[in-house]
């Protein structure tokens, strides 16, 4: 938000479309696709590699066993702690709440927890109740009033077991989705990939055709 009051005060514009879900237009559907409506709550699988670990697991693999396919593949790095901590997915929980409702919203001020912890029963457990196990971050308003002011944010990202009729439950192996409520669309999902080089270079070459667009 920094970045963005200081783009603001030189009268340029700061996009960064590619840093949630990469290519996948997520930010740019907020600002300019829902221009005018209100958003509620914003919800979202943001990390391939908590969400392919995670869909693994669902298919009856350990955590371990997940985890070093996951690296075999190349979805998770030698280090994946930023990944599986959910350090990644806070990082973007703060961009929504920037986006979305427009507030800074400080690193001690997000209720964070990953998926190191999950043990395969509780994932089987999901499964057996209808469910599946995800890593979801959480973007809302902790009241619903008609003030001007800001209202207080509660931020979380967190392992949830959604029910199969959410449609986050069903965004499986490195895809990434992002249920946007509002109150006049009421609710949308948006799902595509949330990472790789094209998919970024995508998202960097729409935000500058976006400022070419608006100069």
Known sequence: MDLAALACRRGVQ????????????VLSAIREGLAGARVVTVRGILNATANYILTRMAGGLDYPAALNEAQARGYAEPDPSDDVEG??????????????????????QVVGRGISG????????????????????????????????????EVRVE?????????????????????????????ITIIGPGAGPEQAGQGAFADLVSVLRTA
């Open 159 to 187: 392992p949830l077991a959604l029910p199969l009729a959410d449609p986050l439950s069903r965004i499986d192996g490195v895809m990434n989705g992002l249920t946007i409520e509002t109150d006049t669309v009421r609710e």
């Open 87 to 108: 350090h990644d997915v806070v990082a973007k929980a703060r961009i929504l709440a920037a986006v979305a409702f427009g507030q800074t919203i400080a690193l001690d």
């Open 118 to 153: 999950i043990t395969s029963d509780a994932v089987q457990e999901a499964v057996r109740n209808a469910r599946r196990l995800k890593l979801v971050a959480t973007v809302r308003p902790l009241s619903v009033g008609t003030s001007p002011a800001p209202v207080p944010l």
């Open 14 to 25: 700061f996009r960064m479309e590619s840093t949630v879900m990469s290519g996948t237009p």
